[in-house]
């Protein structure tokens, strides 16, 4: 178990081979848990190889704490990865220097987003994050033929009602704040991404990430599957 500042327990499974190997956390996807096969094939695949590997349940999944049911678009599942972060460096004595994140969807997005407010990450591998919460609601909104402006209220919903401002901390906030090796796979065969691609001519995550790859300060590979 895994205790954060904020009183929430984590629940999760820690997967040991050396202490001075490197060390990966995996984050698994919205409504998913430490169970899905994303987070469970990559770490059977990383142990195999003599890594050391943890994954956890963000709040409000599996056998974590239950706030109220939702998450909070990162804001709050950051904090988490803090916390297991923590926990690894204290309670395992593994140095921060040799931990990583791998994360995918929204997993992807919380690791790109922990950069913002942990300096205790040396590398990411990162599966079709959604680079910017706001425009993922909205693509999300007209995929499911309903007008985009509709984000603005549910930001207000999550701000009035559960105090969180889900725009406070982006992906991008992550990327500049952090300098970190960092690979991304990225699909674009999914027929979401086609629909919106026919739609608007640009995939705006594909887009996006080939902006930062532009940046010659960043250590980044970008894999379009």
């Known amino acids: 178990m895994i205790n954060t500042n904020d009183g929430v327990v984590l629940s999760g499974w820690w997967m ?34 003599g890594f050391n590997y943890l994954t956890f349940d963000f709040r409000d999944h599996g056998e974590s704490t239950c706030e109220d049911g939702v998450h909070s678009a990162g804001q709050k599942e950051i904090y988490d990865v803090k916390a297991a972060i923590d926990w690894l460096t204290n309670e395992k004595d593994i140095p921060s220097e040799n931990i990583g994140l791998h994360g995918s969807s929204f997993g992807a997005m919380v690791a790109l987003m922990t950069q913002y407010i942990s300096d205790d990450i040396n590398a990411l591998s990162i599966v079709d994050t959604p680079f910017d919460f706001a425009t993922l609601v909205r693509e999300e909104l007209v995929y499911q033929e309903f007008p985009g402006f509709l984000f603005e209220p549910v930001n207000h919903y999550a701000l009035l009602f559960e105090g969180v401002d889900i725009t406070e901390v982006s992906p991008e906030d992550g990327v500049s704040a952090g300098r970190n090796p960092m690979i991304i796979f990225n699909g674009v065969k999914a027929k979401k991404h086609i629909k919106l691609f026919e739609e608007q001519t640009t995939l705006k995550p594909k887009s996006s990430f080939n902006k930062f790859t532009l940046q010659s300060d960043l250590n980044l590979s970008l894999i379009h599957i």
């Open 16 to 49: 040991e081979t050396d202490k001075n190997a490197p060390t990966i956390i995996g984050l698994h996807g919205v409504t998913s848990g430490k169970h899905s096969p994303d987070v469970l094939l990559v770490g059977g695949m990383l142990v195999s190889e």
